[in-house]
């Protein structure tokens, strides 16, 4: 089987703290605004804070681009969270990969049995436990209004970001590429018209270094630049007790490196936009520990030591990966604008692990498997979108998708002989046409209507030994169909400054295919079907407060579903009848005394299987089984018809608290405290003691010194402050192995900004 950091300091004169999300482009001609915000459906106005100016009302409006369109928050009938400026830099400062946004926004859960090379999403409890390089997840990660399907090219790092926004519900009008469950947007600080930029350097524990600098500036008036990189690296931390292993001796480091360069080209109406990127990463897969949780509970073995472990096989990752794209945009007047979006993006993997995570004298079994993974994507958007004319709007689009991917499967002896089982092949090709049309029929009403049809086209090869060119295949297939997705939205200002929406919306995933290995066919699931139902109220106080609350319910038809493991390291594909979900998503934030800046977000994410025929095997003997057994042609499996859908807590929190004293001269002191918080979850589709991950709160903390006007911060912080540690996934064989999340890390950092 196979510590991303956005470290930016602040300008003496532009400096913005969390959550504040600024129009791009021509747009950031204007004054910066000094806003916090935190907020499932906006991004808040501004708040009073020292050494900045505040937002006057209709100046300098905060704007999401939740709709493809730079919108005030308050206007936009769409959940949405976002991150950026000072909060977006702390929670990313400790050497995570993009698994730092876990839990920090609510509904939002990621989590990776690969290590930083393949992050998993979930958005109110949907996603895919699946960890097989052509696994399709419901929540579509979108870096620089591309979006990325496979996971690997989802973990690119977070670096030098304007901002993230998480967008909940589904997606599939505007964005398309499999979106039922939501989207992550990543959003790269553009090139400037005056020079800017910023450098980072923090040392923690482990010896873990980030290095991130980043420069803008004009060349000419027409064409503008900017560059970015980051270094992030840790050593070996966790020392491999076996003395026998002719392998890896410590565990747990890595080598991060990537960069970014960006052009532009703006002269009137038109603007041209060139991305290129880059990834190279050298380490450690994740790290499975073999009998590492106490039968019959779900703790770790007394005494266990985090910084130990007792294996036979080897751990190493390597990633390498890049893209380019561009972006054009050509205003005609009086008219509107037309977009496009052309992307590329690559990426070679190779990753091996030692599943059964322990020794021939301590694990049942011995398997070391993994391979080599090549996933290749294009992509061309066109889009129009058009200026109001009276009291209508409107926007209309064609979409093009083309993934080939590649994955040699092997497995290695304890001698480290390899010997390849397979390679498979998949080919992926997606094209859409899509519209939406606003209407405004009085000033405090605003109704929205979007329509998507999609054509997907799949087909999978599975061959034996290493020859992608074999003439019989061990498995093929292949699927294609057509899908329309739907959403309808009204919007009432109750003020200038509170608004409640409500919206309905359809999103699905397309069929999947799986690879079997015995059956000659591949396995296909159904596509899957999401209608959402959701209302919400946004307040936006200047100065005072702000506050957003929604609620939803939805209602997943055919959901795919992968069973992992189950005594053997493969995965299963099936579609249960359906799944449900509903919740409620709040977040607040207030300045309740001058300098004091407080943020407070959370969520109630219930879902549960409804299929009273699916049963999934379970684990090998090793753990307590909770639901429902029976015997089919001798196997035992476990009835999942009620259970919660896998890595979905019920409860996330997340809490942010900032007080600063000024020292005069534009300077301060300030401290800054982070938390997160959530709930048990079920790691497997069937429910067992040992395989409940249990409730997890982290909290950081920052202190330091900032000279605004020279733009320069000294500063130390912690994260994972308490140093708890969680079974955050498993391996269900017969043994009970588990991977951890991460220690407590502890450090210094400088930053300059210019």
Known sequence: MTALVSLSAPHPKTWLPQGVILNSARSRRFTAVSVLAIS???????????????????????????????????????????????????????????RFLAAR???????????????????RGLGNTDFSADAAQPVSVVY????????????????????????????????????????????????????????????????????????????????????????QRRDDWVKNDNAATINEKKFEGYQDYAGRFQLEYEDGPLDILVNAHARSLKGTARLFRANAIQKGTNDLVAGYDIEHA??????????????????????????????????????????????????????????????????????????????????????????????????ESG??????????????????????????????????????????????????????????????????????GSKWSWDGSATFKLSSSSSIYARVASGYLGAALKNDTTAGVATMARPQTTTSYEVGFKTEQPGLF????????????????????????????????????????????????????LTLGGSYNYTELKDKDLYVAPCGGGCTVTDPL???????????DGNSL????????????????????????????????????????????????KAYLEGGARVGYRDNKRGYEVAAFARNITNQIRVVGAIDFNNLTAMLNEPRIIGGEFRFNF
């Open 546 to 597: 702000n506050f957003s609350v929604d609620g939803y319910y939805f209602d997943t038809k055919n959901i795919q579903l992968t069973a992992v493991g189950g005594n053997s390291n493969v995965t299963q594909l099936m579609n249960a009848k359906k799944a449900i979900g509903y919740g409620v998503e709040a977040e607040f934030s207030a300045t309740p005394i001058e300098n004091l800046v």
């Open 630 to 640: 029976v015997t089919v042609n001798g196997t035992t499996l476990a009835s999942i």
């Open 411 to 480: 497995s290695w002896s304890n001698t480290n002989v390899y010997s390849p089982t397979s390679i498979s092949h998949l080919d992926n090709e997606t094209y859409a046409f899509f519209g939406s049309v606003e209407y405004t029929p009085v000033d405090a009403l605003i109704l929205r209507g979007g329509l998507r049809w999609s054509h997907d086209k799949r087909y999978a090869i599975l061959v034996n030994g290493d020859d992608i060119d074999a003439t019989t295949g061990r498995s093929t297939g292949s699927t294609n």
């Open 144 to 231: 620089d209004n591309v979006a990325l399907e496979s996971p690997m090219l989802k973990a690119f790092p977070a670096f030098d970001l304007e901002n993230v926004e998480v967008l909940k519900g589904p997606q599939g009008t505007l964005f398309g590429r499999n979106t039922p469950a939501g989207v992550v947007k990543l959003t790269s600080k553009r090139p400037t018209e005056e020079v800017d930029g910023h450098v980072s350097a923090s040392w923690a524990t482990y010896n873990t270094v980030n290095l991130e600098a980043a420069v803008g500036a004009p060349l000419t008036d027409k064409l503008r630049f900017r560059v970015a990189g980051l270094v």
């Open 310 to 407: 007792n294996q036979n096989g080897s751990n190493p990752q390597e990633l390498e990966s890049w893209g380019a794209n561009v972006q054009a945009s050509y205003e005609f007047d009086g008219a509107g604008s037309l977009y496009s979006i052309t992307a590329w993006e690559r990426a070679s993997v190779f990753s091996r692990g030692d599943i059964d995570g322990g020794t021939p004298a301590n694990t049942p079994f011995q398997v070391q498997t993994g391979g080599d993974t090549t996933p290749k994507e294009f992509s061309q958007e066109l889009r129009f979108a058009s200026k109001k004319f009276g009291d209508v709007s409107f926007q209309a689009g064609a979409y093009y998708f083309n993934q080939n991917l590649e994955s």
């Open 105 to 123: 926004v609510p509904s939002l859960q990621i989590e990776s049995s690969f290590g930083r090379t393949f992050p998993r999403f979930y958005i």
């Open 646 to 693: 896998p890595q979905a807590p019920r409860w996330i929190g997340n809490a942010t608290l900032r007080y600063a004293v000024p020292l005069g001269n534009d300077n301060e002191i300030f401290a800054y405290t982070d938390w997160s918080y959530r709930s048990k979850i079920n790691l497997f589709l069937y429910d067992s003691i040992e395989f409940t991950g």
């Open 40 to 98: 499932a459906s906006f991004a808040a106005p501004a708040l009073a804070q020292s050494g900045a100016p505040v937002a006057e009302e209709g100046d300098n409006a905060i704007v999401v681009t939740a709709l493809r369109r730079e919108e005030r928050a308050l206007d936009v009938p769409v959940a949405v969270s976002t991150l950026s400026g000072e909060k977006l830099d702390v929670l990313n400062s400790s050497g995570q990969d993009i």
